[in-house]
């Protein structure tokens, strides 16, 4: 091809993609340079959207290695020869470093590759570069915007620059919805990537806590992280979430998944999966924090799934939602699990310890500190790193019975639901501590812009069943639309 600045990558699907790549319409190779190309035409200029962090320095020549296994043998699969980006939380054993966004973890290498993008190198992608996020994962101190990290700056919300992006995945979400590469990984520990793809109209899947393996990324809490795909598509984020699932002895949280087997996400993608569904809506969830128009896109889309075929029962109420306070589990399990994960980091890494990390910073306030470090340092200093505090086995204990058993075990019970429906990532309130599942598709847009989703929840595992629901009411609605990438002011 002589021009491969001319081909259209807007809204490409993976599917898509690799029909143009077995065409030889294009090659990952000059698939790779137009993003690169996109990334510095916008990201770094025009509305500076600030999405990607790092650029992998070897992209090109794996391309050219994909390239030339591609003539030689074929395909692997669906992911050959496809970049995507990874959170800066997520090991990579090459040139990129993984600091979470943070100054003080710049210069930390470590050495080899998260689980999770072993499986996606196997699988034939292409790792394109890091994704900015919210500094610790929105774990660092109060007041501090999600998007922000004093290594990175702060990301844009490309459909209005004047608006949240959302986080700690924000880099992630923006990037895709930019269509600065094909699909990215986000990490979830309450809303990380629900609340992102939420505001860059695309489709975020938090899988079940235990579903993907969470070895080599660095954590914030062991019993709610969770990684997972964010896309543009219900299709091309079923396509990652099958390449990424499966056991990992490093992760003993995987354990389930050794006895159910892997799995192929694809299979769900069918037409009339809404048909019979029972989907509840929690109508007490906090719904009164809705504006009128996010009220109107978030009942069009129950409209659209009661044409589909979807039994809605209106109102399916979460009798413990009103209950569900203030945890201090995040906080007691951040200093224990980070510092285990700083103690892996190959010789010579120059952070060891929580309290290493609030040192640097201390001595770089100009740079580390524009908003401070107030959760770190209550991390270190009003926890014991043990988990043996009386607050927080009692908040471990009480965050399930409120949330997955009388929660939403209940309240599916109760109705005999398939799945709950939230407006946004509203549910991430719930299913984050229950360590559940969700899928986040794009339901419409605001008077000023602003995307605007609907969640699909359900029991742990359920991701067949939240696929389904998902792909039929994307395939029925079909509202997402790129970013103009002009600017708003």
């Known amino acids: 091809m002589s021009d491969p600045m001319s081909f259209e990558v807007i809204e490409a699907t993976i599917t898509s993609m690799q029909a143009a790549l077995a065409a030889g319409k294009i090659t990952s190779r000059e698939l790779v340079l137009i993003y690169l190309d996109r990334i510095a035409t916008h990201d770094k200029n025009g509305l500076t959207i600030n999405s990607v962090l790092s650029i992998n320095p070897d992209a090109i020549f794996i391309a050219d290695a994909l390239d030339s296994e591609r003539a030689a043998q074929g395909i692997r699969g669906p992911l050959h020869g496809i970049p995507i980006l990874l959170k800066d939380n997520i090991n990579s054993g090459d040139q990129m470093c993984t600091s979470a966004g943070s100054l003080a973890l710049a210069g930390s290498y470590a050495g080899e590759d998260a689980t999770v993008v072993q499986r996606l190198r196997e699988a034939g992608a292409i790792i394109l570069g890091k994704a900015n996020m919210t500094e610790f994962a929105n774990f660092m101190t109060d007041g501090m915007p999600s998007g922000y990290s004093s290594r990175g700056g702060q990301v844009l919300n490309p ?106 996400y694809t299979k769900y993608l069918v037409r009339g999966g809404l048909e019979g569904a029972r989907i509840g809506i929690p109508r007490d969830y906090y719904f009164e924090e809705l504006t009128d128009e996010q009220h109107a896109i978030f009942n069009a889309a129950v409209e659209a799934m009661k044409e589909r075929g979807a039994m809605i029962v209106d109102a399916a109420d979460i009798k413990t939602a009103r209950r569900i306070g203030y945890s201090s589990v995040v906080l007691n399990e951040f200093k224990s699990a980070i510092n285990a994960y700083l103690s892996k980091l190959p010789a010579g890494a120059k952070m060891r310890t929580l309290k290493e990390i609030i040192a640097f910073n201390n001595e770089h306030p100009i740079e580390a500190l524009r908003y401070g470090q107030t959760t770190l340092l209550a991390a270190e200093t009003t926890t014991s790193g043990t988990m043996t505090e009386t607050a927080y086995l009692r908040d471990r204990a009480n965050d399930l019975q409120l949330c997955k058993i009388e929660g939403i075990d209940a309240t599916l019970a109760e109705h005999q639901l398939d799945a709950l429906l939230f407006p946004a990532d509203f549910g991430a309130r719930i299913t984050s501590r229950a360590g559940y599942p969700s899928v986040i598709v794009p339901a419409g847009y605001t008077s000023e812009g602003v995307p605007f989703g609907v969640t699909f929840a359900g029991a742990a595992y359920s991701e067949p069943a939240l696929i389904q629901f998902a792909y039929d009411y994307e395939q029925s609605s079909l509202v997402r639309k790129p970013p103009s990438l002009k600017s708003y002011l």
């Open 159 to 264: 459909y209005n620059i004047s608006k949240p992006t959302g986080g700690s995945s924000a880099g992630s979400g923006a990037a895709v919805a930019c269509n600065f590469c094909m699909a990215s990984i986000g990490t979830e520990t309450s809303g990380s990537i629900l609340n992102p793809a939420n505001l860059s109209s695309t489709v975020g899947i938090k899988p079940t806590v235990g579903l993907v393996s969470r070895s080599g990324v660095l954590p914030l809490s062991t019993s709610q992280d969770t990684v997972g795909p964010i896309a543009r598509t219900v299709t091309d984020a079923a396509i990652v979430l099958t390449a990424i699932a499966g056991y990992d002895a490093e992760d003993v949280a995987t354990g389930a998944m050794k006895w159910k087997g892997q799995s192929d």
